[in-house]
């Protein structure tokens, strides 16, 4: 799975063969600030995705539009069942095709000025509603929150050992909304990924530019997702301020709900026979 804060939807075509094959290689694509006031068009190897789009808005009869967002979600490997989509947010409710798991993907973006502050407590409250009726489905929020939530805490939620109960960043910096982010996040059962896992530790910079870095591109998740998770990596595509995050989760290939196969083996059918005539 990949988010990717991409500054502009024509970035996702200036992609080297390497990047491009690594993006294609994700199930799930998390996009936002598409600045595009049109629906993406998807040919050649985008066709295997479904894509579902909040479109940029233009404030004025100049310049881009502002924001955004897309989840492209593949079509072999999942169905969407449900959507909530808000300028600010996409919420999807997927199906595992194979296994029919329920999960839920919210893909966010939130512009930095602290008057939109309101629009993650909205986001939060929206999400506590799916919540309730799908209590038993994995939870995946990834985003660009524009909040900075420091260098370090520790978690409250029992994780598994491949998931780093003490998170560590290199962005020591708190912010106001860094501040409601984590008191939110506290009160709802979900931990933040970033810095706790395989190739993260301590959490990278997600945006960098010439007046600074900051850590403001977020994986998160409930309990039932932590066990799922192998590792969290920071991409180091060159085409925007903001990095791609690619986050590797088992549960897009097992299903512990199978049961398991029984592989026939010829040459134990006599000893069969002859243990159940005993």
Wanted: neutral net charge.
């Amino acid at each position: 799975m990949l988010f990717w804060n991409i500054e502009g939807i024509g970035n996702l075509f200036n992609l080297d063969s390497s990047e491009r094959d690594s993006t294609l290689n994700c199930d799930i694509i998390c996009l936002v600030e598409t600045w595009s006031r049109d629906n993406f068009k998807l040919t050649g190897q985008w066709q295997k995705y479904d894509c579902t789009q909040v479109n940029a808005v233009r404030l004025s009869n100049r310049g881009r539009g502002i924001g955004g967002i897309i989840i492209l979600t593949d079509s072999n490997k999942f169905a969407v069942t449900g959507s909530t989509l808000n300028e600010n947010f996409i919420i999807l409710r997927v199906k595992n095709t194979k296994s029919n798991e329920v999960i839920i993907i919210a893909n966010v973006y939130i512009q930095p000025q602290s008057e939109k502050d309101e629009a993650l407590t909205e986001f939060f409250d929206t999400l506590q509603q799916i919540r309730e009726s799908n209590s038993n489905s994995q939870l995946i929020i990834c985003g660009d929150f524009n909040a900075r939530i420091g260098r370090e805490d520790m978690s409250e939620i029992n994780l598994p050992p491949i998931i780093a109960n003490r998170r560590l960043s290199k962005d020591s910096t708190i912010n106001q909304r860094g501040k409601l982010l984590n008191e939110i996040i506290d009160s709802n059962d979900i931990e933040i990924l970033n810095g706790r896992t395989i190739n993260d530790i301590p959490g990278n910079f997600t945006y960098v530019c010439q007046s600074g870095s900051s850590c403001i591109d977020l994986f998160m998740g409930n309990p039932q997702v932590m066990n799922c998770v192998t590792s969290l990596k920071v991409l180091k595509f060159p085409h925007s301020n903001h990095f791609p995050i690619q986050l590797n989760l088992g549960l897009f290939i097992q299903n512990a709900s199978h049961e398991p196969k029984i592989k026939w083996n010829q040459a134990k059918m006599l000893e069969y026979r002859s243990w159940n005539h005993k």
